[in-house]
Structure formats: C-alpha cells, structure tokens
C-alpha cells in the first residue's frame, strides 16, 4: 500500500465527528485533571481507560491520547498559580511561572505555556510520523551503560537550576539523591533505611516528595510570615503574551521540543527531566542569564516546550516497539491490547489504517489544546483572585486529598507534611529545591544502571565505554563540566 | 549562615558514614563484587556530601561579612516561632487524626485551624469554605474519580 | 506509635463503620486492593473482572492501586485491615508464593490472608531474542554451562526472577546463580527491553506479557509451562520436554481478605465469583491473553497457593537464595 493509500485509509477513519469528538472530550479531561494536583496525567489516563472499553478502537485511544497532552499542559495551570505541579512534568514550570504570577503576570506565563505546549506538541507528533522508524530502532540500542551516560549527563543540568551558588545546588541535590535510596535494593532486595516498615519499602512516592517540596513550604511560610504577601498583588494580570515575544522565545521552544522528542524516545526517562534540560539548555543559551529563575517567559517557555515535546515521541516506541516508555503509555498499551491491537513492528503492516488515523488524530489535537488550553486559562482565572490566606488552607486541604489519591495510602501524607519542613528549611538557607527534585528522579535510574552494567560486565568497568553513544555522552558530560568549572572560577575571580 | 551550612553537611556526612549506612542498610555477606554492594552509592553520597560540606566552609571563610543571601526580616520572630511550632502540631494531628476521623472532617478542622492560624481577616469566608472544599473534594475523589477516600469512624458520607 | 501501625490505621480508615449487619453484606463499596501498578498484568486482570463482579455482588467495588516493593506494601494494607470483607485484596504470585518464600524480612505470612478464589491462571514462558541463535531450551541450557548466560526479571523476589532459576535448575544446569547472571530490572515491561535490547539473553515470564512480542516476532519461546501447548506460542510444553514439574511455576491472580475474615463472608464471594467468572466476554477477554480462567473454592484455593509455596521454597532452600537482610 503506497503512502497515500494510507493516509486516504487513515482518514476515512477519523473522518467522522465521533473521532474528532472523543479527541476534544480527551483534551478537557486531560486539561482540568491535569490542573487539579493529585490527579495528574498518569491518574486521569488511568481513570479514563475503562470509558474507552466500548468505544471504537481509534476513538478510544485518541481520546486517551487528547487525555495525555492535555495532562501535560494542565499541570503548567497550578503550577504558575499556586506553585503546586498538577503533574511532575511541569515542575520545571514553577521556577519561572510562579515568579511571574507574583509579579501579577500569571496570564502572560499561562499564556506562553500554551503556546509552547502546542508548538512542542506538534513538532513532537511531526517527529513521529516521520521518524518513528528511525528513533525506534536507535531507542533499542540503549542498553544500560548507555543509559548511565546519558543520565550523568543530565545530572550536570543541576548546574542550571542551581540559582546563585552551585555549591549550595550540589548539596540540595546530594540530599535528594540520598533520600531516593531509601527502599528495597534493586540487585539483592535487602533494606535500606526503611525500618522494617513496609511503607518505606516501595520508597519515597515521587509525589508526596515533589508535592512537599513545593507547596507545602509555600504553606509553612505564610504561618511564619502571615502578612509577607501584601503589597504583591497577585493576579492573572491583564497583560497577555504578545506575538514578539513568542518569536523571541521561538528558539528555545524549537530546541526544548527536539530535547523532548529525544528523551522521549527513549524508555524510561520520561517528562520531568525533559522539562529541566530544556529550561537549563534555554538558560545557558539566554542573555538574560540573570533573570532565570525570577520570572523569566523564555523560562516558562522552554520547560512547556520540553516536556510537551515528550508526549508524542513516547509514543514512538509504543508503536513501533511495543514497549512503553512511561506509566501513561503503559496504560495506553492497555487499551490497545483490550481491542486486540499489539503494538508492535506488525501494526505498521496488519494495522495501518489505525496508525494513520492515529497521525491525523494527533496532529488535529495540536489544534484541539491551543482552543481548550485557551478556555481553561480563563476558567481558572478565579484562583488568582482569592485571597492568600484563604488560598493556602485549600491548598493544603487540596494537597492532602491529592497526595491520598496517588497511591490510596496515608503515609504518603506524612511524607508530604515531612517534605514540607524540609523545603522550609531549605528555603531558609536558600538552598535551590529544583536540583533535589532532578536529583531524586534520576539518582535510582544512575544508580540502578550503573550496577546492571556491572552486573553485565561481571564487574568490569569497560562496558561503560562499550560503544559510540556512550563515548557521545561522556564527552558531552566532559565538556558540560569544564564549562561549569570554567563558569565557576569565572564568578569567583570577578567577585574576589 | 554558609559556613553553618557546611559544618552542618559534614557532620551529617560522618554521621551517615560512621552510623547510618553500617547499621539501617542492610547487606548480604555473599556480595562478589564491592561495586555491587547495596552499601557503595550511600557511601559514595556520604563522601561526596562531607565534600561538599568542606566546600561550603571554605568558601563561605573567604567571602566572610557579605554575599550571603539574607532572608526577609519579620516583625514578630518570636510569635513567628510559635506559629510554626502550632503549624507542626496541626500537621502531626491531621495526620493521626485523619484514619480514625475520615479525610473530610480532618480536613474540615485542619482548614480552620490554619485560617485562624494566618490570622486571615474573612473569618465569614474562611469558614464556608472549610466546609465547602473538603466536601466538593470528597465528591469529586470518590465518586468522580472513585478513590477510596478515608473515612473514619464515626460518621460516614455517602 | 510505631510506624509499622500505620498501614493499619490507613487501611481500618478506609472500611470501618459500627459492626454491620453481616445478613446485609455488602452494605456500603468494598475496597478492593490492587498491590501492582497500573497496566500491570494484575492490575488488567483485576479490572477486568471488575465489571461482571461488580453485577455479581450487586455492590459498588471500589478498585484501588497501592503499589510498592513488589506487591508488599499494598497486602500489608490488607493484613492489617479489619477483616469485614470490606477491604479485599487482588492477590498475585509474586506477592503471595515468590515472595514469601524467598524474602525472610516480608513483614507477613501466607498465614496472614484468608483466600477467597483463585480464579485466573497464566502459564510462562521463556524467551529469547530470534537472532540469539539459541533454538530451544538446549542451546540455551548449554550455553549457561559453556559461557554463561544472563536473564533478566522485574526485579529480586519477582516470579520472574525465581522462574528462571527453577527452569535452569529443572534442565540440570548444575549452580544456575553463578552461571545465569540476574539483571533484575524495575517493573516487567522493563523485563522484556531487556532481552529486546541484548541487556539480558532469556526471561521466564507470563504468557500475557510475552503474547504480542511474540507475536510480532521480536522474541521466540523455547518453553511454555503447560500440559499442553498455549495458542499462539510456536513453543513445546514442559511436559512434552518430560518436565513435568516444571507446570508448578504459573502465574495466578486471587482473591484474598484478612485471616479472620468471618466464613459467610468467604461463603459470598464463593457464589459471587462463581457468577462474575461464567460471563462470556471476560472469558473471552482474558483467553486472548492467555489465561485460563478457573474458578477455585476456597480450600481449593488455599491448597494451590500452599503446593506452590512449597515447591519453590524448597528450591529457594536448596539454592541459597533467600533474602535474609
């Protein structure tokens, strides 16, 4: 069958409004459980999947996939407004929308997230339609210790979010490194730090810590400093995001789409750490370096953009492989395989009518977000007005429900009020939050694949240069740091 | 403050090395290969951490007398602290309170107490949405998103 | 307090109310406890039967996912709630027959639970990549003798670990922990990249994982562990290749409670799940995945999970491999 015979077979199956209808009913689901922290885009694909059962098979996974891309944008709304990430993707998000909102332009970074959202999310769905088959086959060669390349390399963006003192980011990250050990051990299942509990076994949960991290100081410090806020007014602000400024944040965006299609590709990273690198990338390339981390749109720009970027490249392996890069797309193979699909090589042959439609759904719901996203923003324009501290109980009451739903488990709780008092002290000391959150996700994968390589080589540590891609990484990771120490000594000199 | 910082990291640093990591992490004695040990990254982190401690120390001696980021200044430190200490009070009774009351009506009383707490000045307002927010959450979690949301003993919604 | 009481109390909040009627049960949703992710193999089972069980009881179930070291946290939550029936637990071999018998620490027992049914079972198989040149279950058997080989599982204490040791040690590999290498991974779709991308030569693991790789020619069975050979697996059985205990090592799903759940409550889901299983199209939704569906009573039930249990605790003793710390 040549190319347009499956293009023209694609759209006589999502041809119809039916199609186009569970796409734009997936985007609002998506947006609004996105914006609502706890539920996030992993939660709201999950509760959606069993709608889906009934449905169509190409209706159902489109509406899946509207679900996902609109999680991953909604999750930018609490976190610009209340400092809260409705989804771990968009904490990158915070460090530059929170600001902006305080300064009363929530509207404007809202705005920008949009924006970057659709364009990521196009460029990502027009990376896979073309490079699917080519990004899958280099996605298969990511043993191990290519793995641990790449993510020491990322280990180095800690650099970028580290604010002031990179000292201080490197201790932030250390303790975050730390905390992700506690649990079962990944090679002899023995006990680290868990005291016999079992709550502690299955380790941190990765939203309690995030949730905590974030929110909960907010909380703690208008207890501390109950009329610290007056005379910053924060609201949605009438200024919108100009076209001027989209070009100028164009080049980031671009970049943190294509740094999102590549991370995306490959599984087992995911969105978050997309989102950091794309944000440290845009920082490092920006001249107005300073003003990162203080309300800078280009910010907000790149971290929407990276992890946007993310979400129709993970589908690349999916399709093309049959292996889920993340939990959603995991979810995702459920639905095909409810339907008798299996994701895989074959699918491209048995099934091609369904992967095109599956294109030309995906580059309608670009389209679709840029319309919801719009209207969402101005549904959530009464946050911004409420009164501070009416505001942080519901965000703490919001938190408790939110963190519960994660996991249906109260401890978790516990460690979102413990994480809360850590990142108050933290911010008393001024040490950065975002280097402990990189640290946390990516300190288990490093590790773990540090010791699957060892496991591999029989302990022999020339397998960690065992082929192109690795040397690729190191290098990048070499460079990375000589520019930092480079940059370092620079500051120091010039403040001695 | 920085040098605190860095006197703090390496206590904690030996405190781990020479405490921790021996007795709360567990390894089997068959381990072949040091680099495979369930004990080698929290020694490496440990390490690394009194690195940076040592760090911070130094660098934090030569710039003495500047450079530090300050915090913003209140105007009631010492009832600043009690209203932190009530905070933490507040947290740890939501917290053992939440499975014998149900989530809805702890986070009712938690509601209130941190609006009375920050002192907010719509008491009125404060007071419809502690009621309000805790409820529209429960029907939205349980029965939108059916989560099986605590719910106590003693009395239990619908 | 300790801390360990904890999940107690979460999961006595979750189902407690003054001591109900038990003529009514069920009076209000019962919780039920999925200890695996979401789009996991218990998690899909559990779901799936979550509709014609839902008809069956007349009831609202209320599915909940409490994930954590390989199914312990979540049956922690189910050991420790008050045994009413209204917190049930989605038991699986990993967290029920793998686990206790190789993890000494598992803060609980098989003693602790009071099974239902069981009422799907799933055999496994062994694969390997098509171009690894390994055949059948001989290449592979004398390729860990020879050079060595590695296989990789969802992690330590999964069934996939141990399935893969009893199968070698079944085909007479003389001490399979120093020749297979185990690359435990985190979770099992990470499991099957592994053997996908040459990490790992072979894993044993459910059929319902391995179905569409198989089928689109990414990885080749050496062995399935049935009586007879499964559809869809172009693979001899164990008993065919005269490895008859080997149909032991199957993958299950069950229903458990508390160990003093009261008996007309286990009497209840008796007759529910004897109706939730005979509808047609879960029947028909979990065979295409490769499962047989099977209904056990109660007893019948305690025996099978107490049979396996033993079979791979002898094997765990025999090898040295159980977990102590």
């Known amino acids: 069958m040549s190319l347009i015979d499956s293009v023209m077979a694609g759209l006589a199956l999502v041809g119809n409004w039916e199609a186009f209808l569970s796409l734009a009913i997936g985007v609002v689901i998506g947006v609004v459980g996105g914006a609502i922290p706890g539920i996030s885009a992993t939660m709201a694909v999950a509760l959606a999947l069993p709608f889906t059962f009934p449905m169509q098979p190409i209706n159902g996974i489109l509406l899946l996939l509207g679900v996902y891309k609109g999680g991953i944008f909604g999750g930018s709304i609490p976190a610009i407004l209340i400092k809260t990430p ?36 196009f460029v990502s769905n027009l990376a896979l339609i073309f490079f699917a088959g080519f990004l899958a086959s280099f996605a298969l060669s990511f043993g191990p210790p290519e793995f641990f390349a790449l993510i020491l390399f990322s280990l180095t963006i800690i650099a970028g979010v580290s604010g002031e003192s990179l000292l201080r980011g490197a201790l932030s990250a250390l303790l975050g490194l730390l905390l992700a050990t506690i649990g079962l051990d990944l090679v002899y299942g023995t006990n680290r730090f868990t005291f016999g509990d079992p709550n502690l076994m299955g380790g941190l949960n990765f939203i309690a810590v995030l949730i905590g991290l974030f929110a909960i100081p907010e909380v703690i410090n208008m207890v501390w400093h109950p009329t610290g806020h007056m005379g910053k007014v924060q609201k949605l602000g009438s200024k919108w995001v100009t076209f001027a400024e989209y070009k100028r944040c164009f080049r980031s965006i671009i970049r943190g789409s294509f740094i999102g ?12 750490p997309a989102a950091f690198l794309s944000y440290s990338e845009a920082r490092r390339k920006s001249p107005n370096k300073a003003n990162f981390g203080k309300g800078e749109i280009e910010g907000v720009a790149a971290s929407e953009a990276g992890n946007n970027g993310v979400a129709g490249a993970t589908l690349i392996p999916l399709l093309a492989l049959g292996v889920p890069g993340d939990v959603i797309t995991a979810i995702i193979i459920g639905a095909f395989m409810v339907h008798g699909l299996q994701p895989g090589p074959m699918m491209f042959v048995l099934n091609v009518d369904i992967i095109y439609g599956l294109f030309i759904g995906l580059i309608l719901s670009s389209g679709i977000l840029f319309v919801v996203g719009g209207l969402a923003i101005r549904g959530f324009r009464p946050v911004a007005d409420i009164p501070k501290r009416i505001l942080m109980p519901m965000v703490l009451v919001l938190c408790i429900y939110g963190v519960f739903a994660v996991n249906n488990n109260i401890f978790d709780v516990g460690v979102m009020f413990v994480m809360g008092w850590v990142g108050f002290v933290m911010s008393r000391y001024h040490i950065p939050a975002a280097p402990f959150l990189i640290a946390f996700i990516l300190g288990p994968l490093l590790e773990d694949n540090f010791r699957q390589s060892m496991l591999m080589s029989g302990g022999s540590p020339d397998i960690l240069l065992r082929g192109p891609i690795t040397w690729f990484f190191w290098t990048l990771t070499v460079i990375a740091i000589v520019a930092i120490t480079r940059g370092t000594m620079r500051a120091a000199q010039s403040e001695g | 403050m920085q040098v605190q910082l860095g006197i703090g990291a390496i206590i904690g640093a030996l405190f781990l090395i020479l405490y921790a990591i021996p007795y709360w992490v567990s390894s089997p004695s068959n381990v072949r290969n040091i680099v495979l040990s369930p004990l080698f990254w929290p020694y490496i982190l440990g390490g690394l951490t009194a690195l940076i401690g040592l760090a911070l120390v130094l660098t934090g001696r030569q710039r003495l007398g500047g450079g530090d980021p300050v915090n913003e200044p209140i105007d009631d430190p010492r009832q600043g602290m009690m209203r932190l200490a009530a905070m933490a009070v507040l947290m740890m009774a939501t917290f053992w309170v939440m499975p014998w009351l149900g989530m809805v009506w702890t986070s009712m009383l938690a509601f209130v107490a941190l609006a009375f707490l920050v002192k907010t000045r719509h008491p009125a307002t404060a007071f419809i949405c502690a009621i309000v927010v805790p409820l529209v959450l429960y029907a939205f979690f349980a029965h939108v998103a059916s989560v099986a949301i605590p719910q106590g003993e003693l009395v239990r919604l619908p | 307090m300790k801390l360990r009481h904890l999940g107690a109390f979460c999961a006595m909040g979750l189902g407690l109310a003054a001591a109900p009627a038990l003529a009514e049960y069920p009076e209000r949703p019962i919780n039920m406890i999925i200890p695996y992710g979401a789009g996991g193999a218990t998690d899909i089972s559990a779901r799936t039967i979550a509709e014609p069980l839902g008809t069956a009881v007349g009831g609202t179930l ?34 029920h027959s793998v686990n206790p018998a190789m993890k000494a620490t598992l803060p609980y027992t098989l003693d602790d639970y009071r099974f239902v049914t069981v009422y799907e079972i799933n055999p496994v198989a062994c694969a390997v990549r098509p171009d690894s040149g390994i055949e059948s279950m001989e290449d592979l058997v004398s390729l860990t003798e020879s050079e060595g080989t590695s296989y990789s599982s969802s992690g330590v204490g999964s069934m996939l670990h141990l399935a893969a040791v009893f199968v070698l040690d079944e085909f007479g590999v003389k001490d399979p922990l120093e020749k297979a290498t185990h690359i435990p991974q985190k979770g099992g779709g990470a499991a099957a990249t592994a053997v996908l991308n040459g990490t790992a030569t072979f894993l044993c693991t459910n059929t319902s994982a391995l179905a569409s790789f198989v089928a689109n020619g990414q990885l080749k069975p050496l062995m399935v562990t049935t009586d007879e050979p499964v559809p869809g697996f172009d693979a001899p059985s164990a008993s065919s290749l005269g490895k008859s205990d080997l149909t032991q090592l199957v993958g299950w799903t069950g229903i458990a409670g508390p160990d003093d759940l009261p008996d007309d409550v286990a009497a209840k889901w008796g007759e529910w799940m004897a109706e939730a299983a005979g509808n047609e199209k879960f029947v028909e939704q979990m065979t295409a995945r490769g499962s047989v569906i099977e209904v056990m009573s109660p007893e019948e039930a305690n025996e099978f999970i107490e049979t396996q249990y033993e079979t791979f605790r002898a094997l765990v003793d025999k090898l040295g491999m159980r977990i102590e710390g």
């Open chain 1, 261 to 272: 299609v590549f991370l995306g590709s490959i599984p087992g990273i995911g969105a978050a």
């Open chain 1, 86 to 121: 409705g989804t771990p993707a968009s904490s990158a998000t915070i460090l530059d929308g929170h600001p902006m909102a305080e300064r009363g332009e929530a509207g404007r970074a809202l705005g920008m997230a949009l924006w970057a959202s659709c364009t990521a999310d």
């Open chain 3, 62 to 95: 209320v599915m909940s996912n409490i994930t954590g070291a390989g199914g312990a946290t979540g049956s922690v939550a189910v050991q420790n709630a008050k045994p009413d029936g209204y917190t049930m637990l989605f038991a699986r071999v990993g967290s």
